[in-house]
C-alpha cells in the first residue's frame, strides 16, 4: 500500500507564496516522476509541474517563472513553491507519483498514485 499526503495548502493574497509538499509512504521500491496537478472549479484537471527521479523538470507555461518543483528522493518528498501567486492560480492541487511498489506475489508493481488534494484559495 502507497500514499500521498500533501501539505500546505491555504489562502494568500495575490504576490504571496506559498509551498506544497507532498510525502510518500509505503513499500516503495523507486520513485519515477513525481508531479503537481490543479484543478479549478468547472476546469479539468491540468498539470502544472513535474520532476523525474534524475532531476529533469518541465512546467505549464501560465507558471514559468512563478512555480519551482523540487524533490528529496532520500525522503521520496517532492516541493511545489508557488511564488507570485495570481487568483488565477486558485485551485485544489493534487500530487501524483508514478512508482514501483514492493509487492509479495510478483515482486514490483508498476502504479500510479495520487494524493487527496490541497487547496489554494488566492485572493485579489
Known amino acids: 500500500q502507497v500514499q500521498l499526503v500533501e501539505s500546505g495548502g491555504g489562502l494568500v493574497q495575490a504576490g504571496g507564496s506559498l509551498r506544497l509538499s507532498c510525502a510518500a509512504s509505503?513499500?516503495?521500491?523507486?520513485?519515477?516522476?513525481m508531479a503537481w496537478y490543479r484543478q479549478a472549479p468547472g476546469k479539468q484537471r491540468e498539470l502544472v509541474a513535474a520532476i523525474t527521479i534524475g532531476g529533469s523538470t518541465n512546467y505549464t507555461d501560465s507558471v514559468k517563472g512563478r512555480f519551482t518543483i523540487s524533490r528529496d528522493n532520500a525522503k521520496n518528498t517532492v516541493y511545489l513553491q508557488m511564488n507570485s501567486l495570481k487568483p488565477e492560480d486558485t485551485a485544489v492541487y493534487y500530487c501524483?507519483?508514478?512508482?514501483?511498489?514492493?509487492?509479495?506475489?510478483?515482486?514490483?508493481?508498476?502504479?500510479?498514485?495520487w494524493g487527496q488534494g490541497t487547496l489554494v484559495t488566492v485572493s485579489s
Open positions: 501524483n507519483a508514478r512508482l514501483y511498489a514492493i509487492v509479495a506475489d510478483t515482486g514490483y508493481r508498476y502504479l500510479e498514485v
Open positions: 509505503g513499500s516503495i521500491f523507486s520513485i519515477n516522476t
